[in-house]
């Protein structure tokens, strides 16, 4: 199958840094890849969808200039967590898509900010 | 508008047993897919099994089958033989086109297996 690597599995940052999350794609190409953000015992929530060499569409509730998203190439999107604060802290998961719409999804980030 | 739901927020079932994971699910779209995810502890999503709209048959993957009633637009998830490595939480998704194709997410249910 598919399959989407994440990094860094784990981070504890200080609050009022940024954070930068990698989500790759190893052996597909993903013409969309999304932003899931994940509370303890919640659903996934999803962030922003972003196609490669476009704008991300956030939801609704999610500030674009606080999670920023690139989209850079078909392999590689990151998620940049703009002056984390410890309501930041959460489960962050990518997820690629090919143009068939199935989703393969990536580890998972675990952010802690202090 | 699409929504899935996912009635059980836990359930506890002693191991070998077989356990059906309850999901709904609403839209208006006459083509949509199915989906159930494993997410143990460590986070990951794990794809389990997928029922299309059309299909004619109820998917079955190994000990997962999904038991599709369209006409109560019911997806039940059914896991048979039940194992301690089975204990994790289980989402039901939903991808349709009136959803851009993104994945619509029930709130889950928690499983966990006795020995």
């Known amino acids: 199958g598919a399959v989407v690597s994440q990094h860094p599995s784990w981070v504890i940052c200080k609050s009022g840094t940024s954070v930068k999350i990698e989500c790759r794609s190893l052996d597909f190409q993903a013409t969309t890849m999304f932003w899931y953000r994940q509370f303890p015992k919640q659903s996934l929530m999803l962030m922003a969808t972003?196609?490669?060499?476009?704008?991300?569409?956030?939801e609704q509730g999610v500030e674009k200039d606080k999670f920023l998203i690139n989209h850079a190439s078909l392999t590689l999107s990151t998620l940049t967590v703009t002056s984390a604060h410890p309501e930041d802290s959460s489960f962050y998961i990518c997820s690629g898509s090919t143009a068939t719409y199935e989703q393969y999804f990536g580890p998972g980030t675990r952010l802690t900010v202090t | 508008a699409q929504k899935i739901t996912q009635t059980q927020p836990g359930m506890f079932v002693q191991e070998k047993e077989a356990v059906t994971l309850d999901c709904t699910y609403d839209t208006s779209d006459p083509s949509y897919g199915l989906f159930w995810y494993k997410q143990p502890s460590s986070g990951e999503m794990i794809f389990l099994i997928y029922?299309?709209?059309?299909d004619q048959q109820n998917a079955t993957e190994g000990r997962y089958s999904l038991n599709f009633q369209k006409a109560r637009k019911s997806a039940n998830l059914v896991i048979s033989a039940s194992q301690l490595g089975d204990s994790a939480m289980y989402f039901c998704?939903?991808?349709?086109?009136?959803?851009?194709?993104?994945?619509?997410w029930g709130a889950g249910t928690k499983l966990i297996i006795k020995p």
């Open positions: 972003s196609n490669e060499g476009s704008k991300a569409t956030y």
């Open positions: 029922q299309g709209s059309y």
């Open positions: 998704a939903m991808r349709a086109e009136d959803s851009n194709y993104q994945l619509i």
